[in-house]
């Protein structure tokens, strides 16, 4: 299995992802209004933070089956962890689902701001909330398990038409059926009992067949203990992440109205592709350099590391400098609202330059989630989230959106620069230095000289046709890409190699 071929894959699912929300998103909030997309968007922020629930298992079932991979008729014990994990998701589905049920009128009552919607749409919304987020969460457990498996290029394949069937499906129905927004989210509840019998069905049946079944019914406790403390690891670190990355978000949800909250969540969805630009590599990469590792191979293990950080830095910084640069012409080619453009560019700003630093910071997790060894994350973890809750907190409430994403690019700069070293020192002594100052300086500092002369000699204008603003951006774009691309040696080592062979 190619981990070029699976990149190559992740991007154009990715792309295709990022590319019908940004067709499709201005669409929902033209048929939907400002408010009721408003409650599109407090559901994204409850989905994260429902993530707190997942405990760590969806990361350990897709670390557990690439190690399995990589080791010795260890499918055996991986299936006896496989069931157990299922109960204890299944459990946890149901509870959500009650919890959101029982829970939404208090909700709809005491958090939500709102001014013309009926407070009993509000409220079967938030119940119908609350059934799509378990289901949601039961198909990343799949999806985890099929990226382990490397089944990348058929995860992508199936993405797209459920994402297809998520975004273009329900814009059919906005459109020419209803737009009532409870029928958007009973629409999008169906679509999430499809994915999961679609995800579960093919991780089954990519499995490896043993010799003994675990059964129909069947929780080995000893097959979870073993995995236990990776899990706990990972869950307390991604309940601090959620902390850090979704505190803004909750605090301004009770604080700006509906109308201003969706333009917030539009400002926060461009922001948030910035940062999923590295999901594609570290997607494919991970399950390989835990191969590699359980087969004791950690010279290869580590040219693959430096490769994809230099991938990740070179595609998530461009986009996230070209973003924050023109962000208010963005904004408007993407919505046509010249208020949502006014308002949002420059929170856009730097929540897209914070999250260009995160893209490349990233890099030190997957590294330790490699080594299955997760105790130098959870410490930094706690220390990030005890420093950055209440920075990002004060800057939400007093100085509003902007404050909150200045307070973001600041600390995830100061943050990349201390613990990144601490965390290479660890695992690969000797290692980070010339990480840096190799593979990853050059290529940002290229970016950004590159970028801002193109900003000051190409200055776009709110009164030009949108469709020319976004050929405009997409030149410019490719321009500082192709531009920068030399920076990187990876991309520099293979044009070199093709120059001599020719």
Avoid at 45 to 63: H, I, V
Avoid at 131 to 141: D, E, K, T
Avoid at 362 to 391: D, E
Wanted: overall charge positive.
């Amino acid at each position: 299995m190619s981990i070029k071929r699976n990149s190559i894959a992740n991007y154009i699912g990715q792309g295709y992802v990022i590319a019908t929300g940004i067709v499709i998103t201005p669409l929902y909030l033209q048929y939907l209004g400002a408010e009721s997309y408003g409650l599109v968007g407090f559901f994204a922020l409850l989905q994260s933070w429902m993530a707190l629930l997942d405990l760590g298992l969806s990361p350990t079932l897709g670390r557990q089956v690439a190690h399995a991979r990589g080791g010795q008729n260890s499918f055996e014990v991986f299936k006896r962890l496989l069931k157990s994990l299922e109960l204890i998701f299944l459990g946890l589905a149901i509870l959500i689902a009650m919890g959101f049920f029982f829970s939404s009128q208090w909700i709809s009552s005491n958090w939500v701001k709102f001014e013309s919607i009926d407070i009993d749409v509000i409220v079967y919304s938030i119940s119908l909330m609350g059934m799509l987020i378990g289901l949601r969460w039961f198909s990343g457990f799949y999806r985890s398990g099929i990226i382990g498996l490397e089944d990348q290029v058929w995860l992508n394949a199936a993405n797209i038409v459920l994402i297809s069937l998520k975004f273009v499906g329900a814009l059919i129905l906005l459109a020419f059926i209803s737009q009532d927004i409870r029928h958007f989210f009973e629409y999008q509840l169906l679509i999430g009992f499809i994915e999961v019998l679609v995800f579960a069905g093919r991780f089954y049946c990519k499995l490896p067949a043993t010799q003994h079944s675990p059964g129909l019914v069947f929780f080995d406790w000893s097959a979870v203990k073993s995995v236990a403390p990776f899990a706990l690891g990972i869950a307390y670190t991604s309940g601090l992440w959620v902390l850090v990355t979704q505190t803004d978000k909750l605090i301004l949800s009770g604080v700006l109205n509906l109308a201003e909250f969706g333009y917030f969540s539009l400002v926060a969805l461009v922001a948030g592709g910035v940062a999923t630009l590295s999901g594609p590599i570290s997607q494919a990469i991970m399950p390989r350099m835990t191969m590699l590792l359980a087969q004791d191979n950690k010279e290869e293990m580590l040219r693959i590391y430096r490769m994809g950080s230099q991938i990740v830095a070179l595609i998530s910084f461009s986009v996230a400098v070209m973003v924050g640069l023109y962000a208010e012409p963005l904004l408007y080619a993407w919505t046509g609202n010249r208020e949502a453009a006014n308002w949002g560019a420059e929170v856009l700003l730097w929540f897209a330059l914070g999250n260009g630093v995160l893209a490349i910071g990233a890099f030190q997790y997957y590294l330790q989630s490699a080594f299955g060894q997760l105790r130098l994350h959870v410490m930094g973890s706690t220390i990030s989230a005890v420093i950055q809750v209440p920075l990002i907190y004060f800057a939400a409430v007093n100085y509003g959106a902007v404050g909150a994403g200045i307070a973001w690019f600041s600390f995830r700069t100061l943050w990349f620069f201390w613990w990144t070293p601490i965390v290479h020192s660890r695992f690969v002594p000797g290692l980070h230095w010339s990480w840096l100052i190799k593979d990853i300086l050059p290529i940002v500092g290229l970016i950004s000289a590159v970028a801002l002369l193109l900003s000051s000699q190409f200055v776009l204008k709110l009164d030009a046709n949108r469709l020319w603003l976004f050929a405009q951006m997409l030149g410019l774009g490719l321009m500082l890409l192709g531009l920068s691309s030399m920076s990187a040696p990876v991309i520099r080592m293979k044009i070199i190699s093709k120059i001599k062979k020719v």
